[in-house]
């Protein structure tokens, strides 16, 4: 069964380091999604990626946050200058059509 | 603001039980309702959804959906000591690019 894949499953780096979080979307899936959970929280919606631009994106979706899809298959999530309290699960999320948004198995990022 | 609002919990049943997991969202232009079930340190994995004011059954599960009172719910049959878990309510708008999360409602189901 086809499966959203997210690299790397850990992440940890320092304050104001850049991180990319990578995620294969199912492949014919046309709608791409990235979401946040800071631990014992609720999953946060961040932003959503259709025919190559975003569709929409949260408040918490400010301008050190951007999404590409670099080739056919890829789509990442870059965090320019990271925080403290940008560490959390990010979860990448694809659809299509209707169907419900599957999500990928996280990438776990702590920002030291 | 578009709010998911559940009770946190613990909701504890026993083996066997039906357990009842409530959800009301604050967003009247919202079209499309999820359940996911979501173990600690995994992702949410779907296990329903529901588009119509009504019931919709799936095995022992069944989501209710009142657009009117912006009340959706799952009814859990025969609970399992493996369907405890936490279970998220979630709500998109009237593009579907969105998806609003509840902070879940965490299920125990004692043997």
């Known amino acids: 069964e086809p499966e959203v894949t997210q690299t790397p499953s850990h992440q940890v780096t320092q304050m104001g380091q850049e991180v990319i979080l990578r995620c294969v979307p199912i492949?014919?899936?046309?709608?791409f999604y990235w979401y946040r959970q800071i631990l014992g929280q609720k999953v946060e919606f961040l932003v959503s990626?259709?025919?190559?631009?975003?569709?929409?994106k949260s408040e918490i979706f400010d301008d050190q946050f951007s999404v590409e899809r670099p080739d056919g298959s890829n789509f990442t999530l870059k965090i320019r200058s990271t925080k403290l309290e940008d560490s959390a699960m990010y979860f990448c999320?694809?659809?299509?059509?209707?169907?419900?948004?599957?999500f990928g198995p996280g990438t776990r990022l702590l920002v030291l | 603001q578009k709010e998911v609002e559940q009770n946190s919990g613990p909701l504890s049943v026993p083996e066997g039980a039906i357990a009842s997991l409530n959800c009301t969202y604050s967003?009247?232009?919202?079209?499309?309702f999820f359940w996911y079930r979501q173990y600690s340190g995994k992702s949410p994995e779907l296990i329903m959804f529901?588009?119509?004011?009504g019931d919709k059954e799936d095995g022992r599960f069944t989501a209710q959906l009142n657009k009117a009172s912006q009340y959706v719910s799952l009814l859990i049959r025969d609970s399992q000591p493996s369907d405890s878990a936490t279970y998220l309510c979630?709500?998109?708008?009237?593009?579907?690019?969105?998806?609003?999360f509840g902070a879940g409602t965490r299920l125990t189901v004692k043997p």
């Open positions: 999320a694809s659809r299509t059509g209707r169907e419900t948004q599957y």
């Open positions: 492949s014919n899936h046309l709608y």
């Open positions: 990626f259709y025919n190559n631009e975003i569709s929409e």
């Open positions: 967003d009247r232009g919202s079209q499309s």
């Open positions: 529901i588009y119509s004011n």
């Open positions: 979630a709500v998109t708008s009237y593009n579907n690019n969105d998806m609003r």
